[in-house]
T-cell receptor, first 115, second 113 residues
Framework: GAGVSQTPSNKVTEKGKYVELRCDPISGHTALYWYRQSLGQGPEFLIYFQGTGAADDSGLPNDRFFAVRPEGSVSTLKIQRTERGDSAVYLC?????????????FGPGTRLLVL | AQSVTQLDSQVPVFEEAPVELRCNYSSSVSVYLFWYVQYPNQGLQLLLKYLSGSTLVKGINGFEAEFNKSQTSFHLRKPSVHISDTAEYFCAVSGAAGNKLTFGGGTRVLVKP
């Protein structure tokens, strides 16, 4: 079956611009996660959705970052006034439920480059 | 808070030789432990996970890991590697604060012929 998909695969933007990154989770998965992976590092948690609501947004670095999941399926990560330090691979993952130890399935990521 | 340390950033290994990737974690509560693999230009793929029960966990592609609570470790092993095992490997933990994963910095495995 189809896995987690993310679009675009690559995004180049200029400092100060606004960007949106999209995640399509596996059909039927209720939990959705966003992570950010900087070069040479492991992924870092940003935000987690259970259904339509953000259950934990403690990883968002500042108020320039925002994410939505209006219908409990597709999610969009929005970054305002991008900075060069936002350059990273943004990973999305989904899981069937939000129970502890539930396997998260990752998408291929969106590589964001802020010039 | 929970954290994960992968002690080796790079591990070169010859084909058909064994490999061990080290992972240590810290957490104030019970945790769930995971190993993910990331092939070049691909997403993370789950190799194996420990939730409870037997401390020796077998995963895909011949990998296994052993949970050691007293040493707070979850080292990954494979008795004989293939060229196709060249990838980056990430150890992760969840449990202290919901199901979100805390990852280590990764270990890059380069399998040489």
């Amino acid at each position: 079956g189809a896995g987690v998909s993310q679009t675009p695969s690559n995004k180049v933007t200029e400092k100060g611009k606004y960007v949106e990154l999209r995640c399509d989770p596996i059909s039927g998965h209720t939990a959705l996660y966003w992570y950010r992976q900087s070069l040479g590092q492991g992924p870092e948690f940003l935000i987690y959705f259970q259904g339509t609501g953000a259950a934990d947004d403690s990883g968002l670095p500042n108020d320039r970052f925002f994410a939505v999941r209006p219908e409990g399926s597709v999610s969009t990560l929005k970054i305002q006034r991008t900075e060069r330090g936002d350059s990273a691979v943004y990973l999305c993952a989904s899981s069937l439920m939000d129970g502890h130890g539930e396997t998260q399935y990752f998408g291929p990521g969106t590589r964001l480059l802020v010039l | 808070a929970q954290s994960v340390t992968q002690l080796d950033s790079q591990v070169p290994v010859f084909e058909e030789a064994p490999v061990e990737l080290r992972c240590n974690y810290s957490s104030s509560v019970s945790v769930y432990l995971f190993w993910y693999v990331q092939y070049p230009n691909q997403g993370l793929q789950l190799l194996l996970k420990y939730l409870s029960g037997s401390t020796l966990v077998k995963g895909i592609n011949g990998f296994e890991a052993e949970f050691n609570k007293s040493q707070t470790s979850f080292h990954l092993r494979k008795p004989s590697v293939h060229i196709s095992d060249t990838a980056e490997y990430f150890c992760a933990v969840s449990g202290a604060a919901g199901n979100k994963l805390t990852f280590g910095g990764g270990t890059r495995v380069l399998v040489k012929p």
